[in-house]
């Protein structure tokens, strides 16, 4: 029984592919190429943005001042992929004049607060407790090691205050995430916003 000339050659290709056997020593070096090229496309890719989420929010955040931002909505959302079922609450901080002191509570699970650079590294981030408030205090002070005024102690003062946990960072924006829970819980939520505040410090 004769074959179809085309089905002739595909078993012929067929034989002939089976019969090469691959090097071991070639195949290892084109995965680890391939992984290699995964893992520097995955890190460029932050870079190669046109915009990048720093660039989008800053105009509609003012220096060291918290805005609350309202529900996301498919018209109204400032960066994209942001979940509508969380409600947001941001501040654009920068340490270059003075240290940024930040107040916030998270009354309950999935409140959240994170500190982020322009290049989107997460240097500080915190989340609420079931059935507890977790009360939050940071001085936010510059990178560097450089003179930002006299402690009270250093005054002769004695101060007897709750010491703020001190976070190194020279700008950046903060971010607070709250659920959305419903309408019955909108006063709550708008309520633990606005208790966040971010504000310069005078200098002493």
Known sequence: ?????????????????ASIRPDLRLVAAALAAMGILHICATLAAPMLMGRSAFD??????PLNSVVVLPPITPENQPL???TPDVRYA??????AQAP???SVQLPGKGWSVALHTP????????????????SLRL???????????????????????????????ARGII??????????????????????????????
């Open 119 to 134: 290049e989107g590294d997460n240097v500080y981030a915190a989340t609420g407790e079931d059935e507890r408030i977790t």
């Open 175 to 204: 971010v607070l995430r709250a659920p959305d829970r419903g309408h019955a819980y909108v006063p709550f939520t708008e309520a633990g916003l606005r208790q966040f505040t971010c504000t310069p410090e005078k200098p002493r």
């Open 100 to 102: 940024v002191g930040l």
């Open 80 to 82: 994209p992929f942001l």
């Open 56 to 61: 989008r929010l800053s105009p509609i955040l």
């Open 1 to 17: 029984m004769t074959l179809h000339p085309l089905a002739e050659r595909a078993l012929a290709l067929f034989k002939k592919l």
């Open 90 to 95: 941001m501040c654009r901080y920068d340490t």
């Open 139 to 169: 001085r936010i002070l510059p990178s560097d090691e450089r003179f930002m005024g006299l402690t009270p102690e250093s005054l002769g003062v004695a101060d007897t205050s709750e010491k703020p946990q001190v976070v190194r960072s």
